[in-house]
């Protein structure tokens, strides 16, 4: 980065911020706020009155933190300075009056009010036609669609998306309760975290006003709790508790329900078991890291959401080598948002491989078919001769198919090449076994075990 212009700076992160929030909540807190000076260890951002630095401090730090650091590559201190005329700088002060601070959490909670729906906390991009579905996740988008659609039926009530960090499940989460409410299918809906969930049912203890936080539970249409796992840490038996009644109640009135996980509810330690037999009522919906096809155009989306133009060798560079998840893959692409932004150059190769070096990991090798013919073929206990030979043993179908797969998934050999390196079969041969593969994935835990296990080493 070449300099960094503070206003700029600022203005490239309040872009991104303005996707993390409701458009109510950014205008009222952000747009009178510009940066104003940045340096190797601090960056300091102008607020209009004390009341908007503390909310700063206390609501939004966080984000800002994490978008500031994404934008400069570096953690930096954040500082909020009060602009008084065109010249005084004061800092914000960290233990502003209690009066200060009760009447902001005052506000928040009338925004609240008992009988109005909480779906003011969603990101106003996390919509499903912001989403991009791949074989990754096409079954849970599909059930997002049809809760949208029918909600409170039993077939998917609830619904429980589970999958690794940075998926996607908060996305789809989210996308449901914008859906739901821009077509009218629900009246009232609620989307919290878990640790939300958790910590307004401790402060309805401390206040006495546990009938309250039931009756804000459990008069809505529309549940949507995020990140279950939370119920699991710690000593919550008396959240878990009163979750179980919430959602007894909810499902006998036929609301829907909607969950999300980072494991499958009968793997979480410390959710009771009444709980997990609860989820496993309605339709449980996986999210796998996505595949390169879907990386590629998680990659194409994002740049041209946000104006950033790159050349198809700057995706396949990305895509190869950010296979996690979506979020790095997008923090990818903000990274290079904010270098083209503040150097005013255009994104080649060579300039994408220098502002990631130090983001995305570099491949510690190639790995090419006759690695995963290798691998699979110890995998399965048979020989790599087997696995282009034309026998058709049952063990040595599985075998050729499961390299095939990974062959189609790992490199981007075509189907050609593929189908040549075993025993020169055809490219409808390739495409049979992969589809033969997926379908077997949607039931068969133990083939995923058996790739997993075969990526592994080859890693």
Not at 99 to 124: F, H, I, S
Not at 407 to 417: G, Q
Not at 425 to 438: F, G, L
């Amino acid at each position: 980065m070449k300099q960094e212009d503070p206003a700029q700076l600022w203005s490239v992160c309040l872009s991104e911020l303005r996707g993390m929030m409701p458009a109510q909540t950014f205008a009222t807190w952000f747009e009178r706020t510009r940066g104003h000076n940045v340096t190797p260890e601090k960056f300091t951002i102008e607020v209009p009155n004390p009341f908007s630095g503390e909310r700063m401090l206390k609501r939004f730090h966080d984000k800002i933190s994490q978008v500031v650091t994404t934008q400069l590559g570096r953690q930096v201190v954040i500082d909020y300075h009060i602009f008084e005329g065109n010249s005084q700088i004061i800092p914000v002060l960290t233990d502003l009056p209690s009066y200060v601070t009760d009447r902001a959490d005052r506000a928040d909670r009338e925004q609240l009010a008992a009988g109005e729906a909480e779906t003011d906390n969603l990101y106003d991009n996390y919509t499903f036609e912001n989403f991009v579905v791949g074989e990754c996740n096409d079954f849970a988008h599909a059930a997002s669609l049809a809760v949208v659609k029918s909600p409170g039926q039993q077939t998917f009530n609830p619904l429980v998306i589970y999958g690794g960090v940075g998926l996607g499940k908060t996305h789809l989460a989210q996308a449901i309760a914008h859906e739901s409410k821009r077509l009218g299918t629900v009246d009232r809906s609620r989307y919290v975290t878990s640790e939300i969930f958790y910590n307004e049912f401790i402060e309805s203890i401390q206040e006495k006003k546990t009938k309250e936080f039931a009756q804000t539970y459990r008069n809505v249409d529309l549940l949507i709790v995020d990140d279950i796992q939370f119920f699991c840490k710690g000593h919550k038996d008396r959240t878990q508790e009163e979750f179980f009644h919430t959602f007894d109640v909810l499902r006998q009135k036929g609301k829907q329900i909607v969950l999300t996980s980072d494991r499958i509810p009968k793997e979480l330690s410390g959710l009771e078991e009444r709980l997990v037999s609860r989820f496993e009522w309605g339709l449980l919906a996986d999210m796998k890291p996505p595949d390169y096809e879907t990386r590629e155009a998680i990659l194409q989306k994002k740049a041209d959401k946000d104006g950033l133009s790159l050349s198809p060798d700057v995706i396949a560079y990305i895509a190869d080598r950010v296979a996690s998840n979506i979020r790095e893959l997008e923090g990818a692409v903000l990274s290079l948002l904010a270098y083209a932004s503040l150097s005013h150059c255009d994104i080649t190769i060579e300039v994408a491989k220098r502002v990631l070096s130090n983001k995305i990991r570099r491949k510690q090798r190639s790995v090419g078919m006759e690695d995963i013919q290798k691998a699979a073929a110890g995998h399965y206990g048979v020989s790599v001769e087997d696995l282009a030979a034309k026998t058709r043993k049952k063990h040595v179908v599985a075998a050729r198919q499961a390299a095939m797969y990974l062959c189609r998934d790992m490199t981007r050999a075509s189907l050609k090449d593929i189908g040549a390196v075993f025993g020169k079969r055809d490219h409808t041969t390739v495409i049979h076994a992969c589809q033969t593969v997926k379908k077997l994935l949607l039931h068969d835990e133990s083939l995923q075990e058996d790739l997993d296990k075969i990526r592994n080493s080859l890693s």
